[in-house]
């Protein structure tokens, strides 16, 4: 019963920005953790950003910055604000959820960086 889904992907010219949207629902009030992962072609799924229940946030170190995590608790709403797209940031982005242990995926939402 537990779903995330996700929005705001689509195609992006280079030096764009996206917002990229996840609403979680379902039987779980608040993940203790929420996520974006991304995985191109031929690579490994990455994490992206993440944030916590109490406003920690994580980045990997390769975005530089351009991107940013942000989560609104009383909706269960992550968002990723992608900002100065690059061609190399074309990939499946993954919502993800943590609960207890338990994890949750969204379906992946496509996010194509090109002119």
């Known amino acids: 019963q537990v779903q995330l889904v996700e929005s705001g992907g689509g195609l992006v010219q280079p030096g764009g920005s996206l917002r990229l949207s996840c609403a979680a629902s379902?039987?779980?009030?608040?993940?203790?953790?929420m996520a974006w992962y991304r995985q191109a072609p031929g690579k490994q799924r990455e994490l992206v950003a993440a944030?916590?229940?109490?406003?920690?946030?994580n980045y990997a170190d390769s975005l530089k910055g351009r991107f940013t995590i942000s989560r609104d608790n009383a909706k269960n709403t992550v968002y990723l604000q992608m900002n100065s797209l690059k061609p190399e940031d074309t990939a499946v982005y993954y919502c993800?959820?943590?609960?207890?242990?338990?994890?949750?995926w969204g379906q992946g939402t496509q996010v194509t960086v090109s002119s």
């Open positions: 944030a916590t229940i109490f406003g920690s946030r």
């Open positions: 993800r959820g943590d609960y207890r242990g338990d994890v949750y």
């Open positions: 379902g039987s779980i009030s608040s993940f203790n953790s």
